[in-house]
Each structure stands twice: as C-alpha cells, then as structure tokens.
C-alpha cells in the first residue's frame, strides 16, 4: 500500500515535471519524466491530475488505516514523550500498601491486631505487580501503542546481546497483542471481560525472558520516543517475587539472608568481622 502511494507520487511529480516543462527540478522524479515526454498536452495532464486525486485518496485511506497499524507510533509518539517519566534511570518506584505495612511495623503506638473501624468498608487486598495488561498503568499501555518495532532496543540489550532469551522489542509487542485481545474480548461482550484463560505472564511472556534482565536501561537510553520497557519488566517480576514467590533460588538465597542478618551473605551479624582475625 505504501509502495503504490509512492509511485502515485513519483508519477505525479514526473508528469507535471513534464507538463511545465522543468524536468530538472526533483531529483527522482526528473528521471521518470522521459517516460511521458512524447504524450500530448491533454494526456499529460490527465495523467497528472489522476495520479495526484489517487494518491491525496490514498492519504485519506492511510488516515483510516493508521490506526489498526504499527504506524499509530506517528500520532503517539508526542504524547508518549511528553508523559516520559523524568525520574532519574533505575529508580525504583514503592507500593504504598507495602509502605504503609512498613510504617506500620515501625510505629510502637500501632496495634496490628487493631479491627477495622465500624462500618469501614472491607478493602480488597492489594496486588502486587502485574500479572497482565490490566495492571498495567496508562503509561506503560500507551508505551506499548507507541513502539514502532525498530528494534534499537533490542540492539542495544546486553542480555540479548549474549544469546538470552530477553528481547525489549517483544516485550512491548507482546503487551500490545495481549491489550488487543483484552479489547476484543471486552467488544465481543458487551463492554464487560470474561476470563479468557491467558495473560500477558506466562501466555506472552516467560519468565526466562523476564530474569534475563540486567536492569542496565539501555533500552530506555536507546529508544528515542521514551518508551520504557523496563518498567513492565520490573512490575512483572514485582509479581513473581511478591505473589508467587517465583524467584530465582539465588535472589531467594539474598533475601533470606537480608531478612535473617541483615546483608546478602550467610553469615551472622557478630561473625562479620572474623576474617580480620585469620592468620
């Protein structure tokens, strides 16, 4: 579809090139001017105004087409940068209900056993992470519209680099399928979803592909309209760790030893020091 837009172009240019006689002034064109130098007047320049309605019609179609295509990243992309976070790389954002769990450990005043207030509407406990698009925020889906699949990311990701399964790229493509599907869902049932069985973790994306992330943000630095791929990652393995208990035995390991004596290492806190001792 593109292609022929181009040569209505290129046609178009050709011929009222030759119709006002300047074949030297486009570059391309100049060379496909030849082709109609021996037709009359009146051809030319029927030629001429039939390539240039076909292709501004050509437009117009594309206009409508732009939106079931990869090609929406056009109309996204300002938006998508504009509502690019402008938190320093790496950061790492915290979940308030876990926070306020901190706070609550902390505080010698609160009583955790404490009953709700009466009449205080039972909260739905919290998810932690995303397990799917629908726990995904509105900047991460717009990320995942955005991505016009070129692959910088991909090119630029150490793990991919070194044969891992991780691909940026698929990343945002696989969130963009899933979004799809949810959305036909919701149509084919009368604006409500119905369990389909599937989600973005697990259906679309593995969890190999997931720990395979050094977290190093080159694929962030790289894309050049803010996408961040990165963050999906993170959420999804925010799930993993927070929900399924899903973690690599090694990260288990360090977080046992964090909550057991305070560091990574399996050592207890007053052992710390003997090494100084060794002869």
């Given at each position: 579809?593109?292609?022929?837009?181009?040569?209505?172009?290129?046609?178009?240019?050709?011929?009222?090139?030759?119709?006002?006689?300047?074949?030297?002034?486009?570059?391309?064109?100049?060379?496909?001017?030849?082709?109609?130098?021996?037709?009359?007047?009146?051809?030319?320049?029927?030629?001429?105004?039939?390539?240039?309605?076909?292709?501004?019609?050509?437009?117009l179609?594309?206009?409508?087409?732009?939106?079931?295509?990869?090609?929406?990243?056009?109309?996204?992309?300002?938006?998508?940068?504009?509502?690019?976070?402008?938190?320093?790389?790496?950061?790492?954002?915290?979940?308030?209900?876990?926070?306020?769990?901190?706070?609550?450990?902390?505080?010698?005043?609160?009583?955790?056993?404490?009953?709700?207030?009466?009449?205080?509407?039972?909260?739905?406990?919290?998810?932690?992470?995303?397990?799917?698009?629908?726990?995904?925020?509105?900047?991460?889906?717009?990320?995942?519209?955005?991505?016009?699949?070129?692959?910088?990311?991909?090119?630029?990701?150490?793990?991919?680099?070194?044969?891992?399964?991780?691909?940026?790229?698929?990343?945002?493509?696989?969130?963009?399928?899933?979004?799809?599907?949810?959305?036909?869902?919701?149509?084919?049932?009368g604006?409500?979803?119905?369990?389909?069985?599937?989600?973005?973790?697990g259906?679309?994306?593995?969890?190999?592909?997931?720990?395979?992330?050094?977290?190093?943000?080159?694929?962030?630095?790289?894309?050049?309209?803010?996408?961040?791929?990165?963050?999906?990652?993170?959420?999804?393995?925010?799930?993993?760790?927070?929900?399924?208990?899903?973690?690599?035995?090694?990260?288990?390991?360090?977080?046992?030893?964090?909550?057991?004596?305070?560091?990574?290492?399996?050592y207890?806190?007053?052992?710390?020091?003997?090494w100084?001792?060794?002869?």
């Amino acid at each position: 579809f593109e292609v022929v837009l181009m040569c209505l172009f290129l046609v178009m240019n050709a011929t009222d090139t030759t119709f006002q006689n300047l074949g030297h002034g486009n570059v391309i064109s100049q060379f496909i001017a030849p082709w109609f130098s021996s037709l009359s007047e009146g051809t030319l320049h029927v030629i001429e105004r039939t390539a240039w309605w076909i292709h501004i019609a050509g437009i117009l179609v594309f206009l409508n087409y732009l939106y079931f295509s990869k090609h929406l990243h056009i109309l996204l992309a300002f938006p998508n940068t504009y509502f690019g976070s402008v938190q320093p790389k790496g950061k790492f954002n915290n979940l308030e209900a876990v926070t306020n769990e901190v706070k609550l450990m902390m505080d010698p005043n609160a009583d955790p056993f404490a009953a709700a207030p009466e009449g205080a509407e039972e909260e739905e406990p919290a998810k932690f992470g995303a397990s799917d698009v629908m726990d995904l925020n509105q900047i991460q889906l717009l990320n995942a519209y955005t991505c016009t699949e070129c692959g910088r990311c991909t090119s630029a990701c150490p793990a991919n680099l070194t044969g891992k399964k991780l691909s940026p790229r698929k990343i945002m493509m696989d969130t963009r399928d899933r979004l799809e599907e949810v959305g036909k869902n919701i149509d084919a049932n009368g604006g409500e979803f119905k369990d389909d069985g599937k989600q973005l973790l697990g259906d679309y994306i593995t969890n190999e592909e997931l720990w395979a992330c050094t977290t190093c943000n080159a694929c962030v630095e790289e894309c050049p309209v803010s996408i961040n791929p990165l963050s999906i990652i993170l959420e999804m393995r925010r799930y993993l760790v927070m929900e399924q208990s899903a973690a690599p035995m090694e990260l288990n390991n360090m977080m046992t030893n964090i909550e057991n004596n305070g560091a990574p290492w399996p050592y207890n806190q007053m052992d710390r020091l003997n090494w100084a001792n060794e002869e």
